[in-house]
Every structure is written in C-alpha cells, then in structure tokens.
C-alpha cells in the first residue's frame, strides 16, 4: 500500500485535480450557457409565454444534433471551433470547450424539464398580479424548479465526470486518463482499481449532495 | 366597474374551432358580489380570464373604470392588473416559499418597500386569520387555509375587484362556508367588488348579489339573486334550481299525491313568510292542505322558504286557493310531472 502510493499517489492527486479543473470549469461555462437556452425553450414552446415557432424549432433543433453526437467524436469534430475559442486543442484549456459544448446543450435539456413541472397555474397567478415576464421567470419559475434543477445538475456533473475521462486523447490528463494509459496501455491493473475507487466515490458523494440539496429546497 | 360587451372568444385546437364564449355582455357595479353560476365547459372561467386579459377576446371590448383594457399598453395592462386581485380553484401558491413570503413574494416584484410589505402582509394575513401560520409551508397546509392564504395574497395589492375562479370548488362544504364568510366579509368591510364564477348553486346563494347564468358559451339570465332564483325563465336556470333546491319525491308516493289532489311548490321571499296564506286559504275556500316537504334557504341579504304542499278539495276550490296563494306574494310553481 504504502509502495503503491509512493509510487502513484502523486500521479493520482494531478489526475483527480485536472479531473475537478475540467468538470468545474465546463459546469460553469455550461450553466451560463445552458440555463438560458432552457429558459428559451420554456418561453417560446407552444403555449408559452413568449410562443415563437420559429426560435423553438431551431434551438431545440440544434440541441438535437449536438446530443446526437458522441463525445468522443465531438472532441474531435469541432476541432477548427476550439482551437478559434481557446486558442489551443490540447491540455485542459483545449478540452473545456468541447466538454461545454457538450454539456450546455444537455443541461438546457433538463432545466426545460424541470421548468415544465412547474404547476402553470401558479404562473398565470403571477401573470394576474401584474408580474413581468422576466420576474416571474427568475422568482416563480426557476424557484419552484430549483430542486428538480439541482437533481438534473447534479445528471449533468456525473456525466460531465465520465466525459473528462475522454479528455486523455488531447493531452489533458484528469483520472480517467490516469486510468487509460497506465492501468490498460501499460498493463498496471491496479492503478486502474484505484481510479475507479476514486471515481465511484466521486459520484457517491455529487448524489448524495445533490440528493440533500435538492430535499432542502423542496420544503415539503 | 367591469364592463363586458359582445365578447366573444375562439379557440383553434387543431382544424376545429371552439367557441367558448359567444357574445357575451356582463356588467358588474362597484362594490357588489357578482356571481356567473354555470356547468364546466359553459365557458365561465374563459369569461373571468378575460377580465384581466389572461384570455385575449376575439372580439367585442372589455371595460374596467371606464377603461378599454385592450388598447393599454404591456407597462399600463400591468399596472391594471395590480388594481384586480384573483383567485383561484387551486390556490396556486408557491410551494417552496411559506405562509409570509407567499404574501410578501408579490409585493417585493411589484417594488413596494421593505416596511411597507411587512406592515401589508402582517395586515393581511390577519384579516384571513392565519397570522400564527406564518412560517408554514403550503404543504403543511389545508385546502381552506390555502385558499385563505391565496385570499391575503390578493388583497395585498389592495385591489378594487377581485376575481374568483371557482376558489371554494376543491373544498368540503364547511371550509366552503368559511371561505365565503370571509369573501363576504372582504366585500362588506374592504369595500372590494368580487367577481365570481362557481358551479355551485349554494356559493350564488349564499353571498351574491347579482348573478348570471351561463350555458354553452351564453349569457342566458341575467338578475338578482332572488329574482333569478324564485322565478326563472330559462331552462337552464330552472335546472340549476331544480337540481339543488327543490324537493325530490319518491315516484311512487308522488303518483298517489297528483290522483288525490294538486301538488304545488310555494316560495316564500322575506316578509311573505310571516303571511299565515295557508291557513287562511284552507279557511276560505274550504280545502286541506297538507305539507309534503319544506326547507329555508339563506341568501345574502333574505331567506326564502320552500313548500311543497299537497292540496285536496273541490276541483274548482282548489283552483281558486291557489289564485288566491299567487296574490299574496308567494311564488306558486304547480308540480306536475
């Protein structure tokens, strides 16, 4: 035990460090991107507040082929547009917007779902009191989703975790990298054990936050 | 005060069109209780959400003080909206903000100041008698004290009217009761107009002042409560009263009654209840009347009775004590089938 971490404990700290680097890094850019292109769908849906076929067709649309591709493919498809956006393809600069790119149209996704269960009436309540849109999107909308939004968040960073993995083949590193090139290229199984320990009590630990956090905001 | 004429309102689903509301004209007057009573999908809800514009009509105007409400712009509908507080079947409160915040939320949108809000929510929440439950949830809740928290929340923009969407229709009967005590009671000592649509006959009854009748997307009568309800005219009224407040015979027992005699319905309305016309019609004209059922029913400002009375005699008697009944301001209904 004590060899073992002699030997990989350092590599294994870098690799979970540029593994929490990129999830936390594309998580944000994600929300920032993500959180209004659902709220688009929301409004511009059939029966929205701001219905508008037009606007709805091409956004979801967009979000449609995006998910369509796998990300290990995308990584390498939109090549040309990181290198334009990060000024580099490799290290985990190159990777966060591929991750983003991913990602933002997936969260977009499950806010939409989550913003869809929100009771209509309580909305048109606020319509009748006089309320603008945007405030009843921010104070009605987005409060009464945000559990189902922190448990779709909390979908979003575990797959975002398994997608760092892929993020090895440009260069930036992260565990799932660790696990790949030593534990199978190299024939070291058990560096792959201990990346896949850590990596379960990652995702463990996100749930049960995730689970906690959005039991709070529910208040009932 | 609010000025419904010639709406009407089309909904498109699919290639059919849906007329939910045809040429309807309401009038409310400021500080009454103004009741449209109606069957679901008589377009009754479609008509109260046109008042503010949650439903855009198809055509016709709607008026509020005087004002075309159509032609305001988004900023200006937004602030009439604020003068005309409603609620609703479900409560439609937040459930992630309790008792306090569900009150206060709104204010705080509107941009009223902080003091301001705590003095009108504390106000408020005490008129409907739920100041003690203001750090409670919704969930932790019963439907009546939503509604009551539902109530406090619109009458803290301190409207001029309030609009209700079938706010007592999810309640049982006694919470319903309390519901409109304190409906009656924020239109007694509030001032406010309220404007009401309800399937309930009870509901009209109970604390309204006008009413209308709505069937198929129709306004089909229109009156006082009273009026409307001792003497309609319209079949679908007729219904309504029939359904809920008059008496229902045994078939059997009924067919013995009309062989022996005639069978009569008599309203009495305020004063023509202390009027002894039974025992002076059976004196006068030498006929035996004999009650069958009876009940009174509380309207808002009057009780009316209901009797439903077997008379047996000479057929030419009989004929001429029921004149006689119909002179003395009672409304007399022959039952006959």
């Known amino acids: ?220 | 005060m609010i000025k419904l004429q010639h709406v009407s309102k089309t909904f498109s689903v699919g290639k059919n069109k849906i007329e939910a509301l045809k040429d309807v004209s309401v009038e409310v007057n400021r500080g009454e209780i103004f009741g449209v009573i109606g069957y679901s999908g008589a377009g009754k809800s479609t008509l109260i959400r046109c008042v503010n514009l949650l439903e855009r009509p198809t055509s016709g105007k709607v008026f509020v003080d005087g004002v075309d409400i159509q032609s305001l712009n988004k900023k200006d509908l937004l602030k009439l909206r604020r003068k005309i507080g409603m609620i609703f079947q479900g409560y439609n409160l937040l459930e992630t903000a309790n008792v306090y915040d569900n009150v206060a939320i709104p204010l705080k949108l509107e941009g009223i100041s902080g003091d301001e809000i705590k003095a009108r929510t504390e106000k408020y929440l005490e008129i409907v008698g739920l100041k003690d439950r203001s750090k409670a949830y919704p969930s932790q809740l019963s439907g009546g004290q939503k509604q009551r928290v539902a109530i406090a929340r619109a009458l803290a923009h301190e409207p001029e009217v309030l609009l209700s969407d079938e706010a007592t229709s999810a309640l049982d009967p006694n919470t319903t009761d309390s519901i409109l005590e304190l409906l009656l009671k924020v239109n007694r000592e509030l001032g406010i107009t309220i404007f009401l649509i309800t399937h309930e006959l009870d509901v009209i009854q109970r604390i309204c002042d006008r009413v209308a009748v709505m069937d198929k997307g129709r306004i089909v009568e229109t009156g006082s409560v009273v009026d409307v309800f001792t003497r309609p005219t319209e079949a679908m009224t007729k219904q309504f009263v029939h359904d809920e407040a008059r008496f229902r015979i045994p078939p059997t027992i009924f067919k013995d009654l009309i062989a022996t005699g005639k069978l009569v319905n008599l309203t009495f309305i305020g004063e023509s209840a202390k009027d002894p016309a039974l025992a002076t019609m059976a004196k006068r004209y030498d006929v035996l009347p004999s009650i069958i059922a009876g009940g009174i029913d509380q309207l808002k400002d009057q009780s009316i009775g209901n009797l439903l009375v077997h008379i047996k005699g000479d057929q030419g008697k009989v004929d001429e004590a029921i004149h006689f009944l119909k002179s003395r301001q009672i409304v007399v209904e022959e039952v006959s089938e």
Request: aromatic share 8%; glycine share 10%.
């Open chain 1, 1 to 220: 035990m004590a060899d073992f971490l002699n030997q990989w404990g350092g590599a294994i700290w870098d690799g979970f460090i540029q593994t929490m680097q990129m999830t936390v890094i594309s998580l944000l850019f994600s929300i920032i991107i993500g959180l209004p292109l659902g709220v688009l769908l929301v409004l511009t849906r059939k029966n929205g507040q701001l219905e508008n076929v037009v606007i709805y067709t091409v956004v979801n649309s967009v979000i449609n082929v995006i998910r369509s591709i796998p990300f290990i493919i995308l990584l390498f498809f939109i090549l040309p547009f990181t290198k334009a956006v990060a000024g580099t393809t490799i290290g985990v600069r190159g990777v966060i917007v591929p991750l983003v790119v991913a990602c933002a149209p997936f969260i977009a996704r499950l806010l939409e779902s989550a913003m869809l269960e929100v009771n209509r009436g309580v909305i048109e309540a606020y319509q009748s009191m006089g309320i603008s849109t945007p405030k009843i999107i921010w104070h009605v909308i987005i409060r009464e989703a945000r559990s189902s939004i922190i448990l779709g968040l909390t979908i979003a960073i575990i797959g975002l975790i398994g997608e760092t993995a892929m993020a090895g083949f440009v260069g930036a590193g992260g565990l799932g990298d660790l696990a790949y090139q030593f534990g199978y290229v190299r024939f070291q199984p058990d560096v792959m054990y201990a990346v896949i320990i850590i990596l379960i009590v990652i995702v463990q630990i996100v749930q049960t936050i995730g689970n906690v956090v959005a039991r709070r905001l529910k208040k009932n």
